[in-house]
């Protein structure tokens, strides 16, 4: 069967999708990829066809806007006029475009929520189509939708979250998706509840790449809405780390990781500073991961070694402690690692996940990055690596999280929707 997966965003939300693809295509699927440009690369080197999507919205975020986006924090309000920005920046209507042509002789479309069009070319071409998420998305009455507030107001508040967040991601880019099904697809435009209520109706499965363990499925979400544990995707066997950091972890004890993202700019001064800071107020070892703070390479402290980019999964299980912004993979990687996590979000879904953290208790109270100082960081560095029944949680849940292979999980769920016998229009 030729299955195209429509899968938008940063590394983060893509790489799980590309091990998700990879066991598609390990079970007979031949499967296509559509993504950004910068991401051809490891979705050839994991076996699969590929087709470009134009538009990369990080392409905006380098400007004073885009970062003041990514400081959104847990503002609903400014989280989705900054994606209205970033839709308008990155030429949404090309993308739209592309996604028709990416799944061109397709039998079925599996997309991310960035790559939401893959449903609707999927509606168009008649072919039956699966929603992939990170992150909880299903109606329920147990618990509020992760980007609103949780207030103790009862089922009623909490179901009305979700009806409130699916419209106002509609009404995103209602009015170019409505032109578009109408002039592209010759499909009638939707109402303002959008595609949400028909994807219920028709009981299309919602399939999470996170492990129950971590977010128990509420009891009321609907029979085809599946966690089926992470899809990680496993580093290359002949991967090897870079020198220094081999030097680094041999020449002291084991070091705390720290990363924050695509943080740029001023904001990316002060983080550095705060993380150096904190790391010599305690007395540990750190290692700093990723762009934001590469620019002050030099004059770093013996005890700080700055680096780009490392697999995580090589790296956390020699760690103490993960500090990060709590986006989605990172912290799956940590949990999995069984490390103590230290979350510092900014916007979107991290605040969400800096509370399961501290839910499950394997990591400290997550810090608002508006409310990060030098004090509260060290606080939170020394309580992950000396609280021993943090550390003892934090490695039963990584060893359980060992155990489960998603990526085999979701894969029987999407072959069972797509092999089952269904009706002609």
């Avoid at 004073?64 to 990155?90: I, K, N, P, T």
């Avoid at 041999?250 to 983080?271: C, H, K, N, W, Y």
Wanted: glycine share 10%; proline share 8%; aromatic share 10%.
């Amino acid at each position: 069967m030729q299955v195209t997966m429509v899968a938008l965003g940063s590394r983060g939300d893509v790489q799980p999708m590309v091990a998700l693809g990879q066991g598609l295509s390990r079970h007979g699927f031949n499967v296509r990829m559509a993504s950004y440009a910068s991401f051809e690369g490891l979705v050839r080197a994991h076996g699969m066809e590929f087709a470009r999507i134009e538009g990369d919205p990080r392409q905006g975020l380098d400007d004073r806007a885009g970062q003041q986006w990514m400081e959104s924090g847990r503002s609903w309000l400014r989280f989705s006029r900054g994606m209205r920005r970033l839709a308008a920046f990155h030429e949404l209507e090309k993308s739209l475009a592309d996604t028709v042509a990416a799944c061109a002789g397709s039998e079925a479309v599996l997309y991310t929520a960035l790559g939401a069009a893959g449903y609707h070319v999927a509606e168009m071409l008649k072919v039956p189509s699966i929603y992939l998420l990170l992150q909880p998305m299903s109606r329920s009455r147990y618990e509020p939708c992760l980007f609103m507030p949780p207030l103790p107001l009862g089922g009623a508040y909490n179901w009305w979250t979700y009806l409130l967040v699916e419209r106002m991601v509609w009404r995103t880019v209602q009015p170019i998706y409505n032109r578009w099904r109408r002039e592209a697809l010759h499909l009638n435009p939707l109402p303002p509840s959008g595609p949400f209520d028909g994807l219920y109706a028709r009981r299309e499965p919602f399939v999470y790449g996170f492990s129950p363990q971590v977010v128990p499925p509420a009891p009321d979400w609907p029979a085809w809405h599946h966690a089926t544990g992470y899809w990680f995707l496993e580093r290359e066997a002949d991967w090897r780390p870079p020198a220094e950091l081999v030097a680094f972890l041999e020449d002291g004890p084991p070091p705390v990781s720290i990363g924050f993202g695509s943080m740029s700019g001023s904001l990316a001064r002060r983080l550095l500073s705060l993380s150096v800071e904190a790391v010599q107020r305690t007395g540990l070892r750190a290692v700093l991961l990723g762009g934001w703070a590469a620019a002050e390479r030099e004059g770093m402290p013996d005890s700080v070694l700055v680096l780009d980019s490392i697999p995580h999964d090589w790296l956390f299980p020699r760690v103490t402690a993960v500090v990060h912004h709590g986006g989605a993979g990172t912290t799956a990687a940590g949990l999995r690692a069984g490390r103590p996590t230290v979350v510092v979000p900014f916007m979107g879904d991290q605040p969400y996940w800096g509370r399961r953290v501290h839910a499950l208790g394997v990591g400290p109270k997550p810090i608002q990055r508006s409310e990060l100082t030098v004090r509260r960081l060290s606080e939170a560095l020394v309580q992950a690596t000396t609280d021993t029944a943090m550390q003892q949680r934090a490695a039963s849940l990584g060893q359980a999280l060992a155990q489960e292979d998603g990526v085999a999980n979701a894969v029987r769920v999407i072959r069972a929707y797509l092999e089952a016998p269904r009706g002609k229009d």
